[in-house]
């Protein structure tokens, strides 16, 4: 049965003012799995002005409370937790194993930003000056827009809105309107920890209505975005010009590189989760796999093989290694992009959507192989944001490591090899926010920021404490004490 999904309003649940609506479909099936408020600029501005208010009061909570309350959630969360995994799939299409993980992320982001409740730190140092101290604290900003993305419909909102409520600030979320049934389902649950009402608020509505309503809502002091490079590129402009502090997490064509002495079974295990996990719809998905040429044929051989096995289906089946793409449109897209790639590459595997028996009703593509692409081919540039992998020839390390950096993005890159000497060059070399060794390109823990370089971030990264998260939505305020009873002059005296 479809679920009625409402904004929420300084505690209300509440229709879009124009009362029209958007459906959310389960792209497995293609059944209606639930309705969404489809706001615009009269919801935005309630939302903003509730949250304007209720920052008055959350300010103040000490934050050792409003970390009690963060504990409270995460505890309802973790109990909630199979039900949420399966509203992942059944809305995004993610198999189930990775639905429970969307919402675990969930769960660790509120235990951690709990704790750091009571962990809020500044610095004090000393002064230059006799009788004076000098101290940093952190304060909120005021009023956090949230926009997120619809492939980690729980993670990605937690990452976000965990860290802005225990610094204290109040919070509009925008989540995709391809997965609102996962968002409101995430803020019901957290408000249920005991928010006061207004502190946590969401409206739904599509990117180019209410997400640019928010964007360029001067209640708000920072955005915080996670999507596609091109919006990103467009909201850092609205704020630019409206003064406003933005983070953006954007795209990725992340690249895993397969040195000669790699322990192939391995790699291949990590290029096929890092390239068809999540049907490659993750900004870290390894969409580029570049391979030294001394064990290429052999690597591609046994990629292939190992690809060939991976059975698609609708992920609440048991089984199922890839779901569907998330819908029509963006099915599309990736078609489109597969079909430059026939071009421009060596079709060794898939290359086309899937309908057999019960695929017939929902978005898949079969997991998709180009061999011998060039680092500059379009499908070796372009992030595709789907189950296709492009494999790459290289002589040695230095040009595996150049061929990586030969893109726009910088988020994530990964490399195998047994020497350590190779992976001292790569942490050095690559260009990307994250790198793992002897790992995929997927796989990143909530503990540490999460973000990219070039085209793929901007401002602090997502997730993490300090030099992540915490700094995004938190100023350092400073603070000079002088208890000398007379003028002293700093640099002077
Ligand atoms: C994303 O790639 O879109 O690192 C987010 C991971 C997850 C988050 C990925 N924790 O695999």
Same mark, same amino acid.
């Given at each position: 049965?479809?679920?009625?999904?409402?904004?929420?309003?300084?505690?209300?649940?509440?229709?879009?003012?124009?009362?029209?609506?958007?459906? =959310?479909?389960?792209?497995?099936?293609?059944?209606?799995?639930?309705?969404?408020?489809?706001?615009?600029?009269?919801?935005?501005?309630?939302?903003?002005?509730?949250?304007?208010?209720?920052?008055?009061?959350?300010?103040?909570?000490?934050?050792?409370?409003?970390?009690?309350?963060?504990?409270?959630?995460?505890?309802?969360?973790?109990?909630?937790?199979?039900?949420?995994?399966?509203?992942?799939?059944?809305?995004?299409?993610?198999?189930?194993?990775?639905?429970?993980?969307?919402?675990?992320?969930?769960?660790?982001?509120?235990?951690?930003?709990?704790?750091?409740?009571?962990?809020?730190?500044?610095?004090?140092?000393?002064?230059? $000056?006799?009788?004076?101290?000098?101290?940093?604290?952190?304060?909120?900003?005021?009023?956090?827009? $949230?926009?997120?993305?619809?492939?980690?419909? /729980?993670?990605?909102?937690?990452?976000?809105?965990?860290?802005?409520? /225990?610094?204290?600030?109040?919070?509009? $979320?925008?989540?995709?309107?391809?997965?609102?049934?996962?968002?409101?389902?995430?803020?019901?649950?957290?408000? =249920?920890?005991?928010?006061?009402?207004?502190?946590?608020?969401?409206?739904?509505?599509?990117?180019?209505?209410?997400?640019?309503?928010?964007?360029?809502?001067?209640?708000?002091?920072?955005?915080?975005?996670?999507?596609?490079?091109?919006?990103?590129?467009?909201?850092?402009?609205?704020?630019?010009?409206?003064?406003?502090?933005?983070?953006?997490?954007?795209?990725?064509?992340?690249?895993?590189?397969?040195?000669?002495?790699?322990?192939?079974?391995?790699?291949?295990?990590?290029?096929?989760?890092?390239?068809?996990?999540?049907?490659?719809?993750?900004?870290?998905?390894?969409?580029?796999?570049?391979?030294?040429?001394?064990?290429?044929?052999?690597?591609?051989?046994?990629?292939?093989?190992?690809?060939?096995?991976?059975?698609?289906?609708?992920?609440?089946?048991?089984?199922?290694?890839?779901?569907?793409?998330?819908?029509?449109?963006?099915?599309?897209?990736?078609?489109?992009?597969?079909?430059?790639?026939?071009?421009?590459?060596?079709?060794?595997?898939?290359?086309?959507?899937?309908?057999?028996?019960?695929?017939?009703?929902?978005?898949?593509?079969?997991?998709?192989?180009?061999?011998?692409?060039?680092?500059?081919?379009?499908?070796?540039?372009?992030?595709?944001?789907?189950?296709?992998?492009?494999?790459?020839?290289?002589?040695?390390?230095?040009?595996? #490591?150049?061929?990586?950096?030969?893109?726009?993005?910088?988020?994530?890159?990964?490399?195998?090899?047994?020497?350590?000497?190779?992976?001292?060059?790569?942490?050095?070399? $690559?260009?990307?926010?994250?790198?793992? #060794?002897?790992?995929?390109?997927?796989?990143?823990?909530?503990?540490?920021?999460?973000?990219?370089?070039?085209?793929?971030?901007?401002?602090?990264?997502?997730?993490?404490?300090?030099?992540?998260?915490?700094?995004?939505? =938190?100023?350092?305020?400073?603070?000079?004490?002088?208890?000398?009873?007379?003028?002293?002059?700093?640099?002077?005296?």
């Amino acid at each position: 049965m479809a679920v009625k999904v409402m904004n929420l309003i300084n505690g209300k649940a509440v229709p879009a003012k124009s009362g029209r609506t958007i459906k =959310s479909l389960n792209p497995a099936t293609g059944e209606v799995i639930g309705t969404a408020p489809a706001s615009g600029k009269a919801d935005i501005d309630m939302a903003v002005e509730a949250a304007r208010r209720a920052f008055k009061g959350w300010r103040l909570v000490p934050a050792p409370k409003r970390g009690e309350i963060l504990f409270r959630a995460a505890s309802l969360l973790l109990k909630d937790k199979a039900s949420l995994g399966e509203v992942v799939t059944r809305e995004m299409g993610k198999i189930l194993s990775e639905g429970l993980g969307d919402a675990q992320e969930a769960v660790d982001m509120a235990y951690y930003m709990a704790g750091e409740g009571r962990r809020l730190d500044g610095q004090t140092v000393p002064s230059e $000056l006799p009788f004076k101290d000098c101290k940093s604290v952190r304060e909120p900003l005021g009023v956090a827009g $949230l926009i997120t993305p619809w492939n980690f419909p /729980i993670a990605i909102p937690a990452w976000k809105i965990l860290p802005a409520l /225990i610094c204290g600030n109040t919070v509009v $979320l925008k989540p995709s309107s391809y997965t609102p049934v996962c968002a409101s389902r995430l803020v019901d649950i957290i408000n =249920s920890a005991g928010l006061p009402p207004g502190v946590l608020n969401i409206v739904h509505g599509k990117g180019e209505e209410a997400g640019e309503c928010l964007a360029a809502h001067q209640g708000i002091v920072l955005l915080s975005f996670t999507g596609s490079s091109t919006t990103g590129e467009a909201l850092q402009k609205t704020c630019a010009a409206l003064g406003t502090k933005i983070s953006c997490e954007m795209g990725g064509k992340n690249p895993i590189i397969v040195m000669d002495d790699a322990r192939l079974e391995l790699a291949v295990e990590g290029a096929l989760w890092g390239g068809f996990g999540t049907a490659g719809q993750r900004c870290t998905a390894a969409s580029r796999v570049i391979v030294h040429e001394k064990i290429y044929d052999e690597f591609l051989t046994m990629f292939v093989k190992a690809a060939k096995k991976l059975r698609l289906g609708n992920g609440l089946s048991k089984g199922v290694h890839v779901g569907p793409v998330v819908n029509e449109s963006q099915m599309n897209k990736v078609l489109g992009l597969i079909d430059v790639g026939k071009k421009e590459g060596r079709l060794v595997l898939g290359g086309s959507r899937s309908t057999d028996g019960p695929l017939k009703k929902g978005y898949f593509i079969e997991p998709t192989i180009f061999a011998d692409v060039m680092p500059s081919a379009r499908i070796a540039q372009e992030e595709i944001f789907g189950p296709v992998v492009s494999v790459i020839k290289a002589t040695s390390l230095g040009s595996a #490591i150049s061929i990586a950096n030969y893109v726009e993005y910088g988020l994530s890159a990964a490399i195998y090899t047994q020497d350590v000497n190779n992976t001292a060059i790569a942490e050095r070399d $690559l260009e990307a926010g994250i790198v793992y #060794i002897n790992a995929p390109t997927i796989g990143a823990e909530i503990q540490l920021p999460f973000g990219g370089i070039k085209k793929s971030g901007m401002g602090h990264g997502e997730a993490g404490g300090r030099g992540g998260s915490l700094d995004m939505f =938190s100023r350092c305020k400073v603070i000079y004490r002088d208890f000398s009873g007379r003028l002293q002059k700093a640099q002077i005296d």
